[in-house]
């Protein structure tokens, strides 16, 4: 069956350092995949998304990998502050008939300390 | 740009009663409108798609009797929790998507039946 992994339920780092979060997946062949942002109590926020044939996407602060071979996506965030302090979700979406349909992984929860 | 309102944002109801939620995309037009549930410290579940115009395509295991979605207008999509219970206590997200671009969520809705 299809499964999506975060590599943490929570990390912790220092203010200033790069956040590297991991997603892995297996028995499945995405169209792309997507990273959201959600803040407690509030829905989703688009970040990133990362097409099945494209290697690595940027946006500010925010870098994400995509390696179809390894089944893994990681998504860094450099020169973190506080303020991105969340919880980051990986998100595959399917292709075919059911194109777009996302697969949530269930999360990690970023803490970045002053 | 692309944004998804909820409403309302919260709801408490007693067991029995019905609960309509709307999902509106703002200054977009939404092909296709999702719903997931999302229960505390757990990821999203996509509950069903809609395609404005046509019938939902639910998930398995969701009942479509009791989890009503109309995709009226390319604007509007509407769930109705019919005859809720306490174990339908949860946090409702929608979201919207043109075309085959990506998903942008509402922030979602808690529901709390007694």
């Known amino acids: 069956s299809q499964k999506i992994e975060q590599n943490s339920e929570a990390l912790n780092i220092q203010e200033g350092k790069t956040a590297t979060l991991t997603c892995n997946y297996t028995n499945y062949s995405p169209a792309y995949l997507q990273w959201y942002r959600q803040d407690p109590g509030r829905g989703p926020v688009f970040l990133l998304l990362i097409r099945e044939n494209e290697k690595e996407k940027r946006k500010e602060r925010l870098k994400v990998t995509f390696d179809t071979t390894l089944k893994q996506s990681l998504f860094h965030i450099t020169a973190s502050q506080p303020a991105d302090s969340a919880t980051y979700l990986c998100?595959?979406?399917?292709?075919?008939?059911?194109?777009?349909?996302?697969?949530f992984g269930q999360g990690t929860i970023l803490t970045v300390h002053p | 740009g692309a944004v998804v309102s909820q409403h309302p944002s919260w709801v408490i109801c007693k067991s029995g009663t019905s609960v309509k939620i709307e999902c509106r995309s703002l200054d977009f037009q939404a092909t296709t409108m999702f719903w997931y549930r999302q229960f505390p410290k757990q990821s999203l579940m996509l509950m069903a798609t809609s395609n404005e115009g046509s019938k939902a395509t639910y998930e398995q295991g969701v009942e479509k009797d009791k989890f009503l979605i109309n995709h009226a207008s390319l604007t509007l999509s509407t769930l109705t929790v019919t005859s809720a219970h306490p174990e339908d206590s949860s946090f409702y997200i929608c979201?919207?998507?043109?075309?085959?671009?990506?998903?942008?969520f509402g922030p979602g809705t808690r529901l709390t039946v007694l």
């Open positions: 979201s919207a998507r043109e075309g085959r671009n990506e998903q942008f």
């Open positions: 998100a595959l979406a399917a292709g075919g008939t059911s194109y777009g349909k996302l697969t």
